[in-house]
């Protein structure tokens, strides 16, 4: 921390915060505590540039710790804060995010930001069971299958990357089914869509150096494999 400090490295001194709420978080299960650190590391992105993507995290972490602890308003707040700082523009109503403003954010960073999102109002949706906020967790399950899909089109085979997947193709399943909502056809597609990306992705990591082979090649390679093992 010192050495972070001393030598001006605020990058540095930002994640180092952000790993000590993960500690004060899942090894003392002390939330207030996780989020003392990420008002530290807030405190630095609101004067250093912190890349985008980290300051929505961060502000989306906060707003997650605060809806366990029973503060949802203030959850709500930050969760708007955080996309007014993204887009540049009034945000009242959530819903309003969109595919069009990922085209150029299509990292696994931003689609865990939006299953945070999700998470957030879907623990609230099923505490309150008020619809709007069932609504507004839908939307951003579903918005982040969208953006997984683009961004796994362009992606190599990741294990967490799977897991973060089922992830949100659960918690989007779930609401389909709480919430009463048309159109299954159109949400069994996505998911399909999303599941034979992962598999193939999946495939290619384990058999890569087979897909440049000549089909002749891999039929006498099967041959042989056939033969020795009889």
Same mark, same amino acid.
């Given at each position: 921390m010192r050495e972070s400090i001393s030598y001006g490295n605020y990058?540095?001194?930002?994640?180092?915060?952000?790993?000590?709420?993960?500690?004060? /978080?899942?090894?003392?299960?002390? /939330?207030?505590? #996780?989020? &003392?650190?990420?008002?530290? $590391?807030?405190g630095i992105g609101s004067e250093n540039d912190i890349r985008e993507v980290n300051l929505l995290n961060i502000f989306?972490?906060? $707003? &997650?710790?605060?809806?366990?602890?029973? &503060?949802?308003?203030? $959850?709500?707040?930050?969760?708007?804060? #955080?996309?007014? /700082?993204?887009?540049?523009? &009034?945000?009242?109503?959530?819903?309003?995010?969109?595919? #069009?403003?990922f085209k150029e954010r299509n990292s696994v960073y931003y689609i865990n930001a939006l299953k945070e999102v999700a998470n957030i109002y879907r623990n609230q949706f099923l505490l309150t069971n008020e619809r709007e906020f069932g609504d507004i967790s839908y939307h951003f399950y579903d918005l982040a299958v969208h953006v997984f899909q683009d961004y796994y089109q362009k992606g190599a085979y990741n294990p967490y990357l799977k897991m973060t997947a089922?992830?949100?193709h659960e918690g989007l399943t779930e609401l389909y089914?709480?919430?009463d909502k048309p159109d299954i056809d159109s949400l069994l597609v996505r998911l399909e869509n999303n599941s034979s990306?992962?598999?193939?992705?999946e495939f290619e990591s384990k058999y890569q150096h087979y897909l440049s082979v000549p089909d002749s090649l891999l039929l006498r390679h099967n041959m042989l494999r056939s033969e020795l093992a009889t």
């Open positions: 990058y540095n001194e930002m994640l180092l915060y952000t790993e000590f709420c993960k500690y004060w /978080l899942f090894s003392e299960n002390d /939330l207030s505590k #996780a989020i &003392d650190y990420l008002d530290k $590391a807030l989306l972490k906060k $707003a &997650d710790l605060l809806q366990q602890l029973g &503060d949802f308003p203030q $959850a709500e707040n930050l969760v708007k804060k #955080a996309f007014v /700082l993204m887009l540049e523009e &009034d945000m009242e109503d959530l819903t309003v995010v969109n595919t #069009a403003d089922s992830q949100i089914i709480e919430l990306q992962l598999i193939w992705r």
